[in-house]
């Protein structure tokens, strides 16, 4: 949905939307071996993943789940980081990290991190233009399952 007065346009979004827009926009971006926090932090997009804290909220959201390290550098711990993510994605049967982490909390809290306004700017990164984010905070975001092919027989 757009709205807008004299010559420029802003996209209306439900929280929801925003979510998915921003799915979208990450998924092709990320593989089996980088995960979305990596990759926005390699990019400098979205939330910048892993370089949006300074060293020490790095440390100090990362110890509870990978322990305290006293000869590795965060270089090291990112990749520790990464892989785990990378796990707790397969786990949950997701493919962007921030559905693992709404599903289940760890150093941070997936898209529950993210208000609306938080939200409404990084869908305005991907698409160009003024993004407008509308709904509660507390909204839950459906989350997308992974889709597993069986095979048939036996």
């Known amino acids: 949905m757009t709205a807008g007065g004299t010559g420029s346009k802003t996209t209306l979004f ?6 998915e827009v921003l799915r979208r926009g990450l998924e092709p971006l990320c593989d089996s071996e980088h995960s ?5 932090a390699e ?16 440390h ?16 090291q711990i ?24 709404a599903a289940s909390p760890g150093p941070c809290r997936g898209w529950f991190e993210f208000s609306n306004e938080t939200l409404a700017r990084f869908c305005s990164e991907f698409l160009g233009g003024e993004v407008i984010v509308t ?3 507390d909204a839950a975001p459906p989350r997308p399952r992974l889709r597993t092919s069986r095979s048939s027989g036996t």
């Open 36 to 40: 979305t926090c990596h990759v926005a």
């Open 135 to 137: 709904e509660g905070v």
């Open 14 to 19: 439900t929280r929801h939307e925003a979510i």
């Open 60 to 75: 100090r959201r990362w110890r509870p789940v990978l322990g305290e390290s006293t000869h590795l550098n965060r270089r």
């Open 43 to 58: 990019r400098g997009i979205f939330c910048r993943g892993f370089r949006r804290f300074d060293d020490h909220e790095f």
């Open 78 to 101: 990112e990749r520790l980081a990464d892989v785990w993510e990378l796990c707790e994605q397969v786990r949950q049967h997701v493919r962007v990290t921030c559905d693992a982490r």
